[in-house]
Antibody, heavy 119, light 107 residues
Framework: QVRLQESGPGLVKPSETLSLTCTVS????????WSWFRQPPGQGLEWIGY???????NYNPSLKSRVTLSVNTSENQLSLKLTSVTAADTAVYYC?????????????WGHGTTVTVSS | EIVMTQSPATLSVSPGERATLSCRAG??????LAWYQQKPGQGPRLLIY???TRATGIPARFSGSGSGTEFTLTISSLQSEDSAVYYC?????????FGGGTKVEVK
């Protein structure tokens, strides 16, 4: 059974870079796509972007200039970096296994990690 | 991007009663639509994909229908554990987009 666990600093200062990791256990990163999402307090879900096992990426145009996704297949980990953060980036951040290309949607999600942007 | 609109925002239903949730897409998404359940402090859980196929382990009381721009999630006999926020999501086009959610309360 595949499990995802997000981790990273809970507090980031404005203008700095947010860095998060998603550790995949119970299965391999290979052969799948993986997406990141975020959910501001009391709001809905926003797709940040996806990455596949070979490192191909696609980003939400609203964040494209500030986000970088990467994959470490040897460690079975995914990484997200978001630069020049502001209070608007305060949210719970999730990673998920992305089977949308197979018509199945997002079938495994992590529990999320809360990030607050504040000085 | 494709705008997804859900209604109602909140639904209060008695146990054992039927709950009907609606989702509308700003343009056709064919059957490339999924429904998720989210409880406080948890990540979303996939319920339905391809508009009407139940995901693994999802109880039969959850069913989905629709295609194109109009979709429905039905919970045939509401249980107390079904209290949650429900989101629809299209994957016909990127960026992936979600509806604003329907909060289901069990009376």
């Amino acid at each position: 059974q595949v499990r995802l666990q997000e981790s990273g600093p809970g507090l980031v200062k404005p203008s700095e870079t947010l860095s998060l990791t998603c550790t995949v256990s119970g299965g391999s990163i290979s052969s799948h796509f993986w997406s990141w999402f975020r959910q501001p307090p009391g709001q809905g879900l926003e797709w940040i972007g996806y990455i596949n096992y070979s490192g191909s990426t696609n980003y939400n145009p609203s964040l494209k200039s500030r986000v970088t996704l990467s994959v470490n297949t040897s460690e079975n980990q995914l990484s997200l970096k978001l630069t020049s953060v502001t209070a608007a980036d305060t949210a719970v951040y999730y990673c998920a296994r992305d089977l949308c290309f197979r018509g199945i949607g997002l079938d495994v999600w992590g529990h999320g990690t809360t990030v607050t942007v504040s000085s | 991007e494709i705008v997804m609109t859900q209604s109602p925002a909140t639904l209060s239903v008695s146990p054992g009663e039927r709950a009907t949730l609606s989702c509308r897409a700003g343009q056709s998404v064919s059957s490339n639509l999924a429904w998720y359940q989210q409880k406080p402090g948890q990540g979303p859980r996939l319920l339905i994909y391809r508009a009407s196929t139940r995901a693994t382990g999802i109880p039969a009381r959850f069913s989905g229908s629709g295609s194109g721009t109009e979709f429905t999630l039905t919970i045939s006999s509401l249980q107390s554990e079904d209290s949650a926020v429900y989101y629809c999501q299209q994957y016909d086009n990127w960026p992936l987009t979600f509806g604003g959610g329907t909060k289901v309360e069990v009376k």
